[in-house]
């Protein structure tokens, strides 16, 4: 009888392993480097509480004295823009409905242009299915017909970034090959000819990989959001930034070598968590950069959600080459956080919609 149960416990941990092993499949496909906190945090203080014009709420971005708030509350439409200086709005723009200079629905991912006409921004008009340059009166100066994008699976482009006038390049989600998993396919970044449709090139750096079976329910869903990032582009367009929320790493992405870097700290899960089928919640929040850094907030277990994190107002700021430079922490309840890369100004905001703006010009002496 003992023999019996011996047998037994051997041959379910050999499932057990050939199990594990067969779903431990993910590799990446670059530089890892593993990084410490730096020894100081540097406590936000001196912060100037904004009071703008009206009711607002939603995503908040910034560039150059313009401060901008995202809802499909909003009833003028999808995006509020505000004067730092003075805190009147200055339009609403974006607006719901079918006719000319108006979309269904509203994606935006920090893509500014500044020329002598001053600021314009690149949407995202998903049921649309297009790309439009919006100036600040709200006026469409440009749309780009995003059908003929071929993308490798049926969600189509996601968050996208214009390179140049012949190119840009967009973020293909990943997916399940199968409604059950576990064969799951990474997501990845394909740069397209911006005239043609044509694909230019694909980036992929992430393997894909076969999910571990312990909790199926989960395994439907993290296919398309285990490997998700945030992405943001330096200014110069010369490289891209990803927080890897459920990862727990920031990629760095060189598009000239093609080369990417990740950079872990020492308290980064393991990449391969998912295919043990365990609930994670983000590591990271929401990410902002410019020319010289790269601002990402860390997310924290929330007290109502086993799955999701919340932000905790603790924000990394690492060098283009991944060093990691600083630490800044907000004290306050933090939702959303904005960074203008022109005067070096992070905005916080509170679920109160109290706006916080503090002077980070001392990081650049």
Not at 184 to 210: H, M, W
């Given at each position: 009888?003992?023999?019996?149960?011996?047998?037994?416990?051997?041959?379910?941990?050999?499932?057990?392993?050939?199990?594990?092993?067969?779903?431990?499949?993910?590799?990446?496909?670059?530089?890892?480097?593993?990084?410490?906190?730096?020894?100081?945090?540097?406590?936000?203080?001196?912060?100037?509480?904004?009071?703008?014009?009206?009711?607002?709420?939603?995503?908040?971005?910034?560039?150059?004295?313009?401060?901008?708030?995202?809802?499909d509350?909003?009833?003028?439409?999808?995006?509020?823009?505000?004067?730092?200086?003075?805190g009147?709005?200055?339009?609403?723009?974006?607006?719901?409905?079918?006719?000319?200079?108006?979309?269904?629905?509203?994606?935006?991912?920090?893509?500014?242009?500044?020329d002598?006409?001053?600021?314009?921004l690149?949407?995202?008009?998903?049921?649309?299915?297009?790309?439009?340059?919006?100036?600040?009166?709200?006026?469409?100066?440009?749309?780009?017909?995003?059908?003929?994008?071929?993308s490798?699976?049926?969600?189509?482009?996601?968050?996208?970034?214009?390179?140049?006038?012949?190119?840009?390049?967009?973020?293909?989600?990943?997916?399940?090959?199968?409604?059950?998993?576990?064969?799951?396919?990474?997501?990845?970044?394909?740069?397209?000819?911006?005239?043609?449709?044509?694909?230019?090139?694909?980036?992929?750096?992430?393997?894909d990989?076969?999910?571990?079976?312990?909790?199926?329910?989960?395994?439907?869903?993290?296919?398309?959001?285990?490997?998700?990032?945030?992405?943001?582009?330096?200014?110069?367009?010369?490289?891209?930034?990803?927080?890897?929320?459920?990862?727990?790493?920031?990629?760095?992405?060189?598009?000239?070598?093609?080369?990417?870097?990740?950079?872990?700290?020492?308290?980064?899960?393991?990449?391969?968590?998912?295919?043990?089928?365990?609930?994670?919640?983000?590591?990271?929040?929401?990410?902002?950069?410019?020319?010289?850094?790269?601002?990402?907030?860390?997310?924290?277990?929330?007290?109502?959600?086993?799955?999701?994190?919340?932000?905790?107002?603790?924000?990394?700021?690492y060098?283009?080459?991944?060093?990691?430079?600083?630490?800044?922490?907000?004290?306050?309840?933090?939702?959303?956080?904005?960074?203008?890369?022109?005067?070096?100004?992070?905005?916080?905001?509170?679920d109160?919609?109290?706006?916080?703006?503090?002077?980070?010009?001392?990081?650049?002496?």
């Amino acid at each position: 009888m003992k023999r019996i149960i011996i047998l037994i416990i051997t041959f379910t941990t050999l499932l057990t392993l050939s199990s594990c092993e067969n779903a431990d499949k993910i590799k990446f496909y670059g530089q890892t480097v593993t990084v410490d906190y730096p020894k100081h945090t540097h406590t936000l203080t001196n912060g100037k509480t904004l009071n703008l014009e009206g009711e607002y709420t939603g995503l908040m971005y910034a560039y150059d004295g313009v401060l901008m708030f995202s809802s499909d509350k909003h009833p003028d439409g999808y995006l509020y823009l505000y004067d730092v200086e003075t805190g009147r709005r200055m339009s609403a723009i974006c607006k719901k409905g079918g006719a000319p200079n108006e979309i269904y629905n509203f994606r935006f991912y920090d893509n500014f242009e500044k020329d002598s006409n001053g600021l314009h921004l690149w949407i995202c008009a998903i049921d649309n299915r297009k790309l439009i340059r919006v100036n600040m009166q709200g006026e469409f100066e440009e749309t780009i017909h995003t059908a003929k994008f071929k993308s490798s699976n049926e969600f189509g482009i996601g968050t996208f970034f214009i390179l140049s006038d012949s190119s840009i390049i967009a973020y293909m989600q990943g997916y399940a090959l199968f409604e059950d998993g576990p064969e799951c396919v990474a997501p990845s970044y394909r740069v397209y000819n911006l005239k043609t449709g044509e694909t230019i090139q694909d980036y992929k750096f992430y393997s894909d990989y076969t999910a571990g079976t312990a909790d199926r329910e989960i395994l439907r869903m993290w296919p398309e959001f285990y490997l998700t990032p945030i992405s943001k582009i330096k200014l110069d367009k010369s490289k891209l930034a990803m927080a890897m929320l459920y990862v727990g790493r920031l990629n760095i992405f060189d598009l000239a070598s093609g080369n990417v870097k990740s950079i872990e700290t020492k308290d980064a899960p393991d990449l391969n968590l998912i295919s043990l089928g365990k609930r994670i919640w983000p590591r990271y929040e929401d990410l902002r950069c410019d020319d010289s850094y790269i601002y990402v907030m860390e997310s924290i277990p929330s007290e109502t959600s086993a799955t999701y994190g919340k932000p905790s107002g603790r924000i990394f700021v690492y060098d283009w080459d991944g060093n990691f430079k600083h630490i800044l922490q907000i004290n306050e309840d933090v939702v959303f956080f904005a960074f203008d890369p022109v005067r070096k100004i992070l905005y916080s905001k509170t679920d109160t919609e109290k706006v916080t703006a503090y002077d980070l010009n001392f990081l650049y002496k």
